[in-house]
Nanobody, 116 residues
Framework: VQLQASGGGLVQPGGSLRLSCAAS??????????MDWYRQAPGTEREFVGT???????TYANSVKGRFTISRDNAANTMYLQMNSLQVEDTAVYYC?????????WGQGTLVTVSS
């Protein structure tokens, strides 16, 4: 499974960004799998941001609830993370992930920097 995250950049506090995660791989059927977003700020451990299941049901970390929205386009094999009301504390490398059996697959990450 290959995951390609994109869309990161520099944004001012209060701004918005939309991240994308394109999934591919032989035998991998995107629509049959829940997908996750994680993030890792400098000097910290990777933390869960949110997940979207095969029914498009979403779950979020308390720190982003109400500000971030995860969606998916099964026809495009792509997951999205819409981030609004960004805060300096949201600065991190954002990763998309999928769990298949006992294995977690990770994309390469995309850097989001929130700064004035």
């Amino acid at each position: 499974v290959q995951l390609q995250a994109s869309g990161g950049g520099l944004v001012q506090p209060g701004g918005s960004l939309r991240l994308s995660c394109a999934a591919s791989g032989s035998g991998f059927i995107f629509r049959f799998n829940a997908m996750d977003w994680y993030r890792q700020a400098p000097g910290t451990e990777r933390e869960f941001v949110g997940t979207i299941d095969t029914s498009h049901k979403t779950t979020y970390a308390n720190s982003v609830k109400g500000r971030f929205t995860i969606s998916r386009d099964n026809a495009a094999n792509t997951m999205y993370l819409q981030m609004n009301s960004l805060q300096v504390e949201d600065t991190a490398v954002y990763y998309c992930s999928v769990r298949l059996g006992y294995t977690n697959y990770w994309g390469q990450g995309t850097l989001v920097t929130v700064s004035s």
